[in-house]
């Protein structure tokens, strides 16, 4: 491989968009760098906060968790990592336990909540019992226990471990369906409401997944290699990844340039952000946000358990002690 | 090849989207059945308006003439053909052979603006000496010509051969830049003003490149069949146009959508282009839309010849005479 473009040494990595190659030392620099300018120039964290990190054991995720840590002494940030046990049998215990090892390695106190103690049932059951596809339940419950976690602990933030090569796919498919607004939610931040809903935000939003990878690798940092038992990636989803792939390759930024008009726009629209959260309600069950009277998560767990499960998950948290509590 | 869906009788065509096969005679009905309905829905032209076509004797605009030619008398429209001689050799003298054969056999009056004869240098001269790219040379010199045309002959509206397999990716192609708006002008209409800015309207917005080559194949219409010398496909293009082929292909009624939505978005900013077009002004020399206080063409013309071709051109179109004329 080539050289790194900063200091000779061997590279580990090149930078099509920014002609670079990078040694070990100079890619860390530059990923961890380019996570804190994301979080200035968009505004997703101020000096001084805490933030919910979503950890599932993941490349991604361990990338995002590892990146917050390096940075959080200089932007004066709280991390809180937060790890979901979601029932999935052996996937869910390696995830388990590659959190567990990269949390002792990065030396952060994560909270794990496991999904069947806290609320009577897992992903499977949940599922089955719903008649509703696995990944649509569990991307509620994820959505609902971070937003609670959050609300719980009065956190200031929620990041996840999303990337460009996620977001910008899930953003070109929208407006190839006509759906802009959904399109406009990928956008780096998105604004929260105090006791109630928190600002949702994503620091990988100019990194891609080569970059995760490669990072976690140099960084020394376990990840889960089994893919989830219900990784489905076909049809559309699986030609404009491929599309994206293919145009970025030969035409190297063309994914950022896309998605940073896309922030630019959405910030464009906060108005209508506003709008959208201003037609949101309180679940008569737990009290976060809900576009009816009974929110997603009290919905589905009342109709798979008899009762709702929001209220309970919201006193589980309260009581929830990190793994290794200083 | 399967058998019509509507009458039993050896298909011609498969149309994925509407899940059809159709023989030549129900083919020519659905083509030009929804030219007709693009043509309403959208509000592209309404009863006893004038439409100027132009003609460049490719299989689109030949598919266009054809079509508003068979549904003019029940549409009470005038359909008034223009072809541009634009100097590029044998290409030119071919193309200007077909519009002759065409409009013989559609019974059409057509006009002939010779570009060499009216302004004193054809395309590849323009070029050269302006020292600019054909492809925007010739642009620049169409878009001008049709619209000095629409308002010299006092005509209500300027119709193009633009199907959805050049609108799809060239929208797409905008929206990954990030030039939202620049997607947004590829809308089925955009709105004139009288006298001195002529609509713009689109009537092959919703067929496709296939349907216009089988629509002037089983109409026996001849059509240019040689290559601009200035043809290049290549590049990011190239990458997009095969994308949303496969997408399509996979997903059959995708880039409708796609395009449908990008209508539906367009007409909904309607202010957003009153406010483009109130940043016109009138050329100094010829008195049409500009810019500056000189128009792209007069810019051009003084350059190459000395002196603005603008005013000259509007003298030509007003004392020229159709083909054939009754």
Known sequence: MAKCSKCGSKAVIKIPYARMNLCEKHFIEYFEGRVAATIEKYGLLREGESVLVAVSGGKDSVALLSALTAIAPELRLKIIPLHIHLGLGEYSDESLSVVKEVSRKLGVNTYILNLEEAVGAAIPELSAKSNRPPCAVCGLVK?????????????????????IDDLAPYALKNMLLGDMSAALKLAPVTTGEEGYLARRVRP???VTE?????????KGLPFVRTLCPNTFLGGMDALIRKFLYELDL?????KLRFMRSLAKTATGRSTDQARIQAELTRCKYCGLPSRSDVC??????????????GPRVREVLRRLQPLHAK
């Open 296 to 309: 997603g998560f009290c919905r589905l767990t009342e109709r798979v358990l008899g009762s709702p499960a």
């Open 250 to 254: 030969r035409h190297p930024g063309v």
């Open 210 to 218: 080569r970059e995760c990878l490669i990072y976690v690798i140099v």
């Open 204 to 206: 990988l939003y100019e």
């Open 143 to 163: 959505r609902y226990v971070l937003n609670a976690a959050a609300i719980e602990w009065g956190v200031d933030a929620v990041a996840t471990g999303h990337h």
